[in-house]
């Protein structure tokens, strides 16, 4: 049995519900962390969203904005399942990589992708590859199509990279001093573009999903060796 026990722990763990969801594997198994729990689709709750849109982006986003001068050490952004289909721990799913992610290493990284492993591609050992700029040949993406318009509104450039990439999963650990090196308006910029955007919930995740190692100080590529991964997260 995985050993989740230990002293209390200067982080929290950030999941989005669904109002009929019960995070009850999170409060049980990893009571060490502080916990916020957004619900999605009923603003009567103390942690609500001004919209159900845009799925875990949303909550992300609304937890930065809410306690942007209040941030504990680490922060650990999660979807709400014990063991999603993404994560590298099939037994215990997110429970142990929230017990085994090295703290020290977020706070050195700035940034931790929760997931190491990921199908290759022609084009990079990442498999989740997105190219914003038109090759002669290939259609673009709905995805592709959308980024130069977010990248200029996110990062004031129009200097969008030929190549993003990273190994897909939405989870991720980031440390305060990273989360502060944007402002607050810049995500409160970034939650304003998906309350507006006419993209489906599934491709705004996915969108956001391809930028957030950017938005906390990853090249575009961000690819790390999986070995050297599992290591550096994991301590494994």
């Known amino acids: 049995m995985l050993d989740t026990t230990q002293k209390r722990i200067d982080g929290v763990i950030v ?3 669904l109002k009929f969801e019960r995070p009850d594997w999170l409060r049980n198994e990893l009571p060490d962390w502080r916990h916020a729990i957004y619900t999605r689709d009923d603003r009567r709750h103390t942690l609500s969203l001004p919209k159900n849109k845009g799925k875990a982006s949303t ?3 609304q937890y930065i904005i809410d306690h942007y001068h209040h941030f504990p050490a680490t922060i650990v952004f ?7 289909g993404h ?3 099939r037994d215990y799913g997110n429970v142990a990589a929230v017990s085994l992610l090295r703290q020290d290493f977020v706070q050195e990284n700035g940034f931790a992708n929760l997931r190491c492993t990921t199908d290759s ?3 990079t050992e990442c498999g989740d590859v ?7 040949g290939v259609p673009l993406t709905p995805i592709e199509r959308e980024l130069p ?3 200029e509104m996110f990062f004031n450039t129009t200097d969008v990279p030929e190549m993003i990439a990273t190994p897909y999963s939405g989870q991720f650990a980031v440390s305060r001093e990273q989360v502060r090196k944007r402002s607050r308006p810049e995500y409160i910029r970034y939650q304003q573009w998906v309350m507006k955007t006419s993209l489906s919930d599934e491709l705004i995740e996915q969108l956001m999903g391809s930028l957030w190692h950017i938005i906390f100080g990853k090249e575009a590529v961000y690819c790390p060796d999986t070995t050297q991964c599992f290591q550096d997260v994991y301590g494994l």
């Open 87 to 89: 994560t590298e721990f």
């Open 59 to 61: 909550v992300y986003l």
């Open 15 to 17: 999941i989005g519900r």
């Open 149 to 151: 318009t977010v990248w």
């Open 78 to 84: 999660l979807h709400n399942h014990r063991k999603p």
């Open 121 to 123: 591609s022609p084009d």
């Open 130 to 136: 997105i190219h914003p700029v038109p090759r002669e």
